[in-house]
């Protein structure tokens, strides 16, 4: 089956350039379909929610009052909270979209529908305190400093601080709508905003929201960094030979969009050339939506899906390392991967491709204490984007952090990290020191302020800068009257370090570099007040 039409069976009732319309132009293609509310109802949770964002949601007030009470509260769950904390300005946006869209009665039913734990939570965000019609005297000791908010049944008052009056009216559509809903379940809110704590009630609204993510996909962090779990690959290989991939359960009545799925299927990966092999495509869909939002969890930061191109960036990292796994467990052969693809599980995919890339972070955080500055800027940044955690990226040619995504890109940072080693244990070699020696290395005449500059690059030029007055190599600090000499004769130092490095072989690469380094740092060095600029290019000692 070629790529373009790897699509979910509901994507493929939109018009096929639908993802390449404006905002506007989608809403109506959805409009004139024979039946938009059906195909908006059968619509997973998450998937129309991503429809809405990709379009915007303030876009799609004739779709909205479409959906089920089942997808408003996944929009709730999806955006109301702030790691473990409700969100109540955005609480009250949704509240605004949803009166904008359908009316208060698409409000209140709504509001009907949502955990009573967080809703008293949101009156509790609000409120200084929730007194009832008995307590008199305690609702007059208010009253002069504070703004009053009776109840509908006029049985409770919401003290409110001195705020905005935008303010006031959100928190008085809220009650209004409590008590739309039904006078029993209203009061018992009230009740409990006046008798309960409002950590207690957001924990027990933050657990049942963390349930129903679940089910729609987003576990647990706990559960997410299974992404990165490590994976024996030769077990693997193994187990989809003997052992069938068991049936995925997905709720059949519900489908899957699949737009993050269908924004990658003209990209030259490995993953799109073998996905021709895929036979059931829906369950595909299905599972790479879960990984998207397994990956969407388990990103450092929070857990926000609005912003769509952040989203993309997580997508596109997942599918890659999908990809590369995929590579490797097919050893580069296109046709073994269009027979791997319907065996074995994604996520075991993501783990192997993952477990390459840590398998080079684990080298580059080798070559970072071992080798420090003594690299050039390409090679450190190389360096430090594979130790970035918990996704370690490859390092293109300009410099460019991206996710790894082939067999090749694993081969070219080999390459660079095999150089790499080879500079750090050549510097050692040749002139017995590394990083680990720094701290018992003795430099007489540094002051401890002055031992803070030392990095590769001050002893390399330090080197060079002593061959060149003293004809040996050396890593005794230099006076700052040497230093004036070394630079009268700046012409000469990149000559003293090619004859340095004529006599240690092993390291010219790091001295050819000292040396362009240190002539341009030489430049200004025209009197003795300018030998401080230099301290951290050389090691300087303190006395003439």
């Known amino acids: 089956m070629h790529p373009d039409i790897i699509r979910a069976r509901a994507l493929r009732q939109l018009p096929d350039n639908f993802q390449r319309l404006s905002g506007t132009a989608k809403v109506n293609a959805i409009l004139d379909l024979s039946d938009p ?51 109540t300005a955005e609480l009250d946006a949704w509240l605004a979209i949803l009166s904008a869209a359908g009316g208060e009665q698409l409000v209140v039913d709504t509001v009907s529908d949502l955990d009573p734990e967080l809703l008293v939570d949101y009156i509790l965000n609000h409120a200084v305190i929730v007194l009832d019609r008995t307590e008199e005297d305690e609702i007059e000791a ?23 009056e935008d303010e006031v009216s959100r928190v008085t559509r809220m009650v209004d709508a409590l008590y739309r809903g039904g006078l029993k379940r209203a009061r018992d809110l009230m009740f409990a905003c006046k008798t309960g704590l409002r950590l207690e009630n957001e924990e027990l609204a933050y657990r049942f929201r963390t349930g129903r993510l679940a089910d ?126 319907d065996r074995v599980w994604l996520i075991q995919l993501h783990q192997l491709g993952h477990r390459a890339a840590v398998k080079r972070a684990v080298e580059a955080k080798r070559l970072q204490l071992l080798g420090g500055t003594l690299f050039p800027p390409a090679i450190q940044a190389v360096l430090e984007h594979l130790r970035w955690i918990p996704r370690p990226y490859y390092t293109e040619p300009s410099g460019n952090p991206r996710p790894f995504r082939s067999m090749n890109d694993l081969t070219e940072t080999d390459r660079i990290l095999d150089y790499a080693s080879r500079l750090a244990d050549g510097f050692e070699k040749s002139f017995g020191i590394s990083s680990a020696k720094f701290s018992a290395h003795e430099f007489p005449g540094l002051s401890e302020d002055d031992r803070a500059y030392i990095t590769y690059e001050t002893l390399a030029q330090t080197l060079i800068a002593r ?66 600029l230099l301290r951290t290019a050389l090691l300087i000692t303190s006395s003439h």
């Open 37 to 87: 509310e059906s195909f908006i109802r059968k619509l997973a949770p998450d998937s129309l929610y991503l429809l809405l964002r990709e379009i915007g949601v303030e876009d799609c007030l004739d779709l909205i009052p479409m959906t089920t009470s089942e997808q408003r509260q996944a929009f709730v769950d999806l955006d109301v909270w702030r790691g473990a904390e409700l969100d």
């Open 142 to 164: 208010y009253e002069q400093h504070y703004i009053h908010l009776r109840t509908p049944d006029q049985d409770f008052v919401i003290v409110l601080p001195p705020t905005e």
């Open 216 to 341: 729609l996909g987003f576990p647990s962090r706990e559960d997410a960094w299974n992404l990165f779990s490590p994976i024996d690959e030769e077990a693997l290989r193994q187990s989809f030979i003997s052992e069938p991939r068991p049936p995925m359960r997905v709720g059949e009545d519900q489908e899957q969009l699949g737009l993050i799925m269908s924004r990658s299927l003209r990209e030259k990966s490995f993953l799109n050339r073998c996905l021709e092999g895929v036979r059931d495509t829906e369950r595909f869909v299905r599972e790479y939506g879960a990984m998207v939002n397994r990956s969407v969890v388990a990103e450092p930061g929070e857990f926000v899906l609005r912003d769509v191109d952040r989203l993309a960036s997580i997508a596109a990292t997942a599918r890659a390392t999908i990809s590369l796994g995929l590579e490797i467990l097919a050893e580069g052969s296109e046709t073994k991967g269009k027979d791997i693809i």
């Open 467 to 532: 061959f060149l007055i003293t004809g040996s190599p050396s890593l005794q600090p230099l006076s700052p009257s040497e230093v004036l000499e070394v630079a009268a004769r700046a012409k000469e130092v990149e000559g003293a370090a090619a004859e340095l490095a004529s006599q240690i072989q092993q390291s010219a690469d790091v001295l050819t570099q000292a040396a362009t380094q240190l002539v341009a740092a030489l430049q200004p060095i025209k009197v003795l007040s300018d030998v401080n």
